[in-house]
């Protein structure tokens, strides 16, 4: 669900969902996959996709298997393919993921109101508090 700019997905900053991975011997936390989520960039914009507002779900299973739900700026985004590819590589390096399945979705379409506030001050669209 993507209820505000800030409380994207239904991610809620301080929790830290973990799961174990038995089999290798070790535990994915959610808060892993959203560091990965945030060394994704969209070339032409110099912020990651999680500021960017690009990023609307994130689930895990106990197994380590990830499932994003993401939009791109348009549907026309020359990124459109790098984009996911960079999402599968930087969550598919942590240990303990196994598939990585990534979702683009337009509802909701994305408009420049989903970017967070740091990415907001990144792009000189409001003063730095």
Request: charged letters at 25%; one cysteine or more.
């Amino acid at each position: 669900m993507r209820e505000t700019a800030e409380g994207t997905w239904e991610h809620r900053p301080g929790r830290r969902e973990v799961v174990n991975d038995m089999a290798n011997g070790t535990t994915l936390e959610r808060e892993q996959i959203m560091d990965a989520l945030r060394q994704c960039y969209d070339p032409e914009i110099p912020i990651n996709i999680v500021d960017l507002g690009l990023i609307y779900d994130v689930q895990h299973d106990d197994a380590g298997n990830v499932a994003v739900k993401m939009t791109l700026t348009s549907q026309s985004c020359p990124a459109a393919q790098q984009i996911p590819a960079q999402v599968k590589t930087k969550i598919g390096s942590i240990a303990g993921v196994g598939d990585v399945k990534v979702d683009i979705v337009w509802d909701p379409e994305w408009n420049p109101s989903m970017i967070s506030e740091s990415g907001k001050q990144t792009l000189g669209l409001v003063e730095p508090t």
